[in-house]
């Protein structure tokens, strides 16, 4: 019953920077946590960032810590995921999916999730 898309991907210079988008649609609940994950080709997809749908509660992966920013935008049932510094290692795409999980909680595992997007490519050239 919920859809999310993910939009703003794209290729870019490492370094440069891009913002990826995540709208739900369908029914949403307040307690919906959300989280971006990534694959990388021939790799396992993994946790980027996750955010609760209350309280801006956040987690990180080691390896965007201090580089990639999530947010969420309730009113317009939104979630953002600001990276700068980009590498190539981040090349990848990027999904976006919702967690039916308590308000404050923040979801880092997959099998938490319950629902995914059809993904964003990004690419990081050197």
């Known amino acids: 019953q919920v859809q999310l898309v993910e939009s703003g991907g794209g290729l870019v210079q490492a370094g440069g920077s891009l913002r990826l988008a995540c709208a739900a649609s369908?029914?949403?609940?307040?307690?919906?946590?959300m989280g971006w994950f990534r694959q990388a080709p021939g790799k396992e997809r993994e946790f980027v960032a996750g955010?609760?749908?209350?309280?801006?509660?956040?987690d990180y992966a080691h390896s965007v810590k201090g580089r990639f920013t999530i947010s969420r935008d309730n009113a317009k049932n939104t979630v953002y995921l600001q990276m700068n510094s980009l590498k190539p290692e981040d090349t990848a795409v990027y999904y976006c999916?919702?967690?039916?999980?308590?308000?404050?909680?923040?979801?880092?595992?997959?099998?938490?999730?319950?629902?995914w997007g059809q993904g964003t490519q990004v690419d990081v050239s050197s």
């Open positions: 955010i609760s749908w209350s309280g801006g509660n956040a």
């Open positions: 369908g029914r949403t609940f307040s307690s919906y946590a």
């Open positions: 999916a919702a967690a039916n999980l308590a308000p404050l909680r923040v979801g880092v595992g997959a099998y938490e999730y319950d629902y």
